[in-house]
């Protein structure tokens, strides 16, 4: 199989209205998608089989998404305000072939940075709350 180019992937924030409308996040220069683990739990005992370790599968977090974008404050500063949001938002990760990730996230952090001699940036971070929703593409 071939790779995919990632040029066209976004992400776009829901206005959790019903029915939701999505509207991607403008001037999006990186995307970092969720990275999902899984806890173990150990249940050895002193009958585990040839003394070894066993485990059985605990639970799951859903990850971060960090986002890097060319900052506008106009553009972006209503993302900002979703710091003083203690419930999650819903967001959709949206790649190029269709695949979407229906995500809840709950943004953690926000840093601008606007040197003298460059673009004005800022990068976001938000936690993964519950289950990803994935809905395959073509």
Same mark, same amino acid.
């Given at each position: 199989?071939?790779?995919?180019?990632?040029?066209?992937?976004?992400?776009?924030?829901?206005?959790?209205?019903?029915?939701?409308?999505?509207?991607?996040?403008?001037?999006?220069?990186?995307?970092?998608?969720?990275?999902? *683990?899984?806890?173990? $739990?150990? %249940?050895?005992?002193? +009958?585990?089989?040839?003394?070894? !370790?066993?485990? @059985?599968?605990?639970?799951?977090?859903?990850?971060?998404?960090?986002?890097?974008?060319?900052?506008?404050? *106009?553009?972006?500063? $209503?993302? %900002?305000?979703?710091? +003083?949001?203690?419930?999650?938002? !819903?967001?959709? @990760?949206?790649?190029?072939?269709?695949?979407?990730?229906?995500?809840?996230?709950?943004?953690?952090?926000?840093?601008?940075?606007?040197?003298?001699?460059?673009?004005?940036?800022?990068?976001?971070?938000?936690?993964?709350?519950?289950?990803?929703?994935?809905?395959?593409?073509?």
């Amino acid at each position: 199989m071939s790779g995919l180019d990632g040029f066209g992937t976004s992400l776009a924030r829901g206005n959790g209205a019903t029915p939701e409308v999505f509207t991607v996040i403008a001037g999006v220069t990186n995307i970092g998608a969720p990275g999902l *683990s899984r806890e173990t $739990l150990d %249940v050895s005992g002193h +009958d585990s089989p040839g003394g070894y !370790r066993e485990h @059985l599968g605990g639970l799951k977090d859903g990850g971060e998404i960090s986002l890097d974008v060319n900052y506008k404050p *106009s553009a972006h500063d $209503l993302l %900002v305000a979703d710091l +003083d949001d203690e419930e999650a938002r !819903r967001y959709k @990760l949206i790649y190029p072939e269709g695949t979407e990730w229906a995500v809840d996230l709950i943004l953690t952090a926000f840093e601008a940075t606007a040197p003298f001699d460059d673009k004005l940036t800022a990068s976001l971070t938000y936690k993964v709350s519950g289950k990803p929703d994935i809905t395959p593409g073509s």
